[in-house]
């Protein structure tokens, strides 16, 4: 069945920088758009990042441009997310989603990254 | 960015009645196709989004048939027909028709 499984929680102070990996099973990523949505404390879902399928282009929320990037490895069947110049309000959990056309129908278990001096 | 909003903010419901929640947006949602691209999500306390509704009106696989949607264009509502204990969580609806993806604020649905 479809699962993504994401690493673990991070502890990062202001100004450096994160990875989270999403690794998938039981689909090929080259059929799908994937997405990093986040969620900060007590808030609502805001979308980040979306690769397509051939993983040679990208898209970014407008507010994150500079400072994100998405990438994949479908010999390793996993996503990433790298998020740079990390500040207070990037704490927050970060889920990867999978797209199957009609919007995203599948999410990782999600992965709790803390900014804090 | 295509604006989402929902109403209400909380919504508590006696188990067994019926619970409606309003999702509305700045901006058409009905793609060429002729679907209207608004899905409806529930979180459960610590748990991830899962995915109840797609196209408005698609119920996803393995959800109840207590749960249904509808609207078109800019309007559009989620039904539970009896609410029960399960579920209770939070309610997002989300447009899918271009990114940025955008999300309702969130209903809160608790048992009164």
């Known amino acids: 069945q479809v699962q993504m499984v994401q690493s673990g929680a991070e502890v990062k102070k202001p100004g450096a920088s994160v990875q989270i990996s999403c690794k998938t099973s039981?689909?090929?990523?080259?059929?799908?758009?994937m997405h990093w949505v986040r969620q900060a404390p007590g808030q609502g879902l805001e979308w980040m990042a979306i690769?397509?399928?051939?993983?040679?282009?990208?898209?970014?929320a407008q507010k994150l441009q500079g400072r994100v990037s998405m990438s994949r490895d479908t010999s390793m069947h996993t996503v990433y997310l790298e998020l740079t110049s990390l500040r207070s309000d990037d704490t927050a959990v970060y889920y990867c989603?999978?797209?199957f056309g009609e919007g995203i129908d599948s999410w990782g278990q999600g992965t709790l990254v803390t900014v804090s001096s | 960015d295509i604006v989402m909003t929902q109403s209400p903010l909380s919504l508590p419901v006696t188990p067994g009645e019926p619970a409606s929640i309003s999702c509305r947006s700045n901006?058409?949602?009905?793609?060429?196709?002729?679907?209207?691209?608004l899905n409806w999500y529930l979180q459960k306390p610590g748990q991830a989004p899962q995915l109840l509704i797609s196209?408005?009106?698609r119920r996803a696989s393995g959800v109840p048939h207590r749960f249904s949607g509808s609207g078109s264009g800019t309007d559009f509502t989620l039904t539970i027909s009896r609410l029960e204990a399960e579920d209770v969580g939070i309610y997002y609806c989300?447009?899918?028709?271009?990114?940025?993806?955008?999300f309702g604020g969130g209903t809160k649905v608790e048992i009164k």
């Open positions: 039981g689909f090929a990523l080259n059929d799908y758009f």
């Open positions: 196209l408005a009106s």
């Open positions: 901006q058409s949602l009905l793609y060429k196709n002729g679907y209207d691209y």
């Open positions: 690769i397509n399928p051939a993983g040679n282009s990208t898209s970014y």
């Open positions: 989300m447009q899918a028709l271009e990114t940025p993806l955008t």
């Open positions: 989603a999978r797209d």
